[in-house]
């Protein structure tokens, strides 16, 4: 199982970036994923679920900003993020459900995620 998350850079208050993150050694059809994100001095946390149907969850903090998708045939997630905020700036993570021995868990709406990719620094200036 890999992750590989890209596409985090610094963007002016108002703007917008996508995130990627290419899958591999699964599909990603078969489990729930998610992003999360962790800004300096704060704990980890959930910023939006796909599930395995395809239904979709977000922070209330993002709602309506953020939309994540996924690309059954390339096998990678995204997260579009419009009218970012300074306070958007993070590390942003992808994550599947599940985990593994000495995986770092985090859970996101009652789902519990352990695979993870490297993250990708998003930057918002005011």
């Known amino acids: 199982v890999q992750l590989q998350a890209s596409g985090g850079g610094l963007v002016q208050a108002g703007g917008s970036l996508r995130l990627s993150c290419a899958a591999s050694?699964?599909?990603?059809?078969?489990?729930?994923l998610a992003w999360f994100r962790q800004a300096p001095g704060k704990e980890r946390e959930g910023v939006s679920l796909?599930?395995?149907?395809?239904?979709?969850l977000y922070a209330d903090s993002v709602k309506g900003r953020f939309t994540i998708s996924r690309d059954s045939a390339e096998n990678t997630l995204y997260l579009q993020m419009n009218s970012l905020k300074p306070d958007d700036t993070a590390v942003y993570y992808c994550?599947?459900?599940?985990?593994?021995?000495?995986?770092?868990?985090?859970?996101?709406?009652?789902?519990?995620?352990?695979?993870w990719g490297q993250g990708t620094q998003v930057t918002v200036s005011s």
């Open positions: 994550a599947r459900e599940g985990a593994r021995a000495n995986s770092v868990i985090s859970y996101f709406r009652g789902r519990r995620f352990g695979y």
């Open positions: 050694g699964f599909s990603l059809d078969d489990y729930a």
């Open positions: 796909i599930s395995r149907g395809g239904s979709t």
